[in-house]
């Protein structure tokens, strides 16, 4: 029995997945991972300043540079992909306890989730929020104010500085928002790292805390992660390949079962 067959026993088994997911299960929709390998920071450590909450407040240039950015980024044509679709299988199937996610491109909500399992640590890059009195409302019309030509559209409520709700860099964190992945992460009986490189803390520290509270802890990941030695299992293999057998019911066993009697001729 190899590793994927044990993962897709123990999801059986469960009750009270949490999945935990970065920019690798995002990238098969056509996402770039920013901090990877190949991420655009690591090519360019320039377009970092993009993201740096000190650069935007101060520099009016920083921020007509991010609005551009805005309007061509690739969530607003990327659509969900299998991964995504998986993790809705188990939603389904009553076992997702909750999902924890580092990702802003909203893709876990458009693949089918209930809003309330998605839990967002670095907020969402399809609301706006005003810096000055805290209004958000959505993406969509400032962007249209954008391609009107405004090229730092400013809050309609008091005139303040408008952002992506997401969380740049230099920006704490919502405490809330934390608290309830933690808490989620220590009700888990099985968490599920996903496309994640499990080096940004806090969140990070959601898998040794699941994983000290009795939680099996599985990794699927396309690079080594520091947890992988208290691991339960590593899987390397690509997430929209592997993750979809795993939260099928019966796991990849009954789905190669399945395949095999496809295949088998028909009398
Ligand atoms: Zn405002």
Same mark, same amino acid.
């Given at each position: 029995m190899n590793d994927a067959d044990n993962v897709g026993r123990w999801i059986d088994a469960a009750a009270r997945i949490v999945a935990l997911t970065g920019a690798g299960i995002s990238t098969e929709s056509g996402i770039p991972d920013f901090r990877g390998p190949q991420g655009v920071w690591t090519k360019n450590p320039k377009a970092e300043r993009l993201s740096n909450i000190n650069?935007? %407040?101060?520099?009016? /240039?920083?921020?007509? #540079?991010s609005w551009q950015s805005r309007l061509d980024h690739p969530a607003w044509h990327a659509t969900p992909n299998a991964g995504h679709r998986a993790l809705v299988t188990l939603e389904r199937r009553g076992k997702l306890h909750a999902l924890v996610t580092?990702?802003?491109?909203?893709?876990?909500?458009?693949?089918?989730h209930s809003p309330d399992v998605v839990i967002e640590v670095h907020g969402t890059l399809r609301d706006v929020m005003c810096m000055a009195c805290g209004a958000r409302g959505p993406m969509g019309p400032v962007l249209d104010r954008v391609r009107g030509g405004e090229d730092d559209p400013a809050c309609q409520a008091c005139g303040g500085i408008l952002k992506s709700a997401t969380i740049s860099f230099g920006q704490p964190l919502v405490p809330e928002i934390?608290?309830?992945? %933690?808490?989620?992460? /220590?009700?888990?009986? #099985?968490?599920?790292?996903?496309?994640?490189?499990?080096?940004?803390?806090?969140?990070?520290?959601a898998v040794p805390a699941a994983r000290a509270a009795g939680a099996r802890v599985v990794i699927v990941n396309a690079e080594p992660t520091p947890f992988d030695g208290l691991a339960d299992a590593v899987l390397r293999a690509p997430i929209g390949e592997v993750l979809p057998a795993l939260c099928a019911a019966g796991g990849p066993a009954a789905v190669a079962s399945s395949a095999v009697e496809r295949a088998s001729p028909q009398p």
């Open positions: 650069y935007y %407040m101060s520099d009016p /240039e920083v921020r007509k #540079l580092q990702n802003i491109d909203g893709l876990h909500q458009l693949a089918g934390i608290d309830r992945a %933690m808490r989620a992460a /220590e009700q888990a009986d #099985l968490l599920l790292a996903i496309g994640t490189s499990l080096q940004v803390y806090p969140v990070a520290a």
